[in-house]
Nanobody
């Protein structure tokens, strides 16, 4: 069983920043997803196993950055210029194959989720 430990959520004012962390026991292709109340879980960002490829939801491009610390097998999601519409529970997820993917069903293991609340 793969365990993912997420941290870094919280309450922030609009325009503020947060950094989410997702720690695993080894390197995986990793995605970040979010789910707001009453909405479906949506793709936010992903990084391939090699780190050579990353991609983002259009509405977060230029504001969010996904990165990896290879030494600690931790993937980060740096979120700048946060907006109230970014409010959601954020989940990291990993898949055993190396390519990044966009659908939640393509990830086998999920973190517990961390709440991000952006006040206006």
């Amino acid at each position: 069983q793969v365990q993912l430990v997420e941290s870094g959520g919280g309450l922030v004012q609009a325009g503020g920043s947060l950094r989410l962390s997702c720690a695993a026991s080894r390197r995986y292709a990793t995605g970040w997803f979010r789910q707001a109340p009453g909405k479906e879980r949506e793709f936010v960002a992903a990084i391939s196993w090699s780190g050579d490829n990353t991609d983002y939801l259009d509405s977060v491009k230029g504001r969010f950055t996904i990165s990896r610390d290879i030494a600690t097998n931790t993937v980060y999601l740096r979120m700048n210029s946060l907006k109230p519409e970014d409010t959601a529970v954020y989940y990291c997820a990993v898949r055993r194959l190396p390519q990044l993917r966009y659908g939640p069903g393509e990830y086998e293991y999920w973190g517990q989720g961390t709440q991000v609340t952006v006040s206006s």
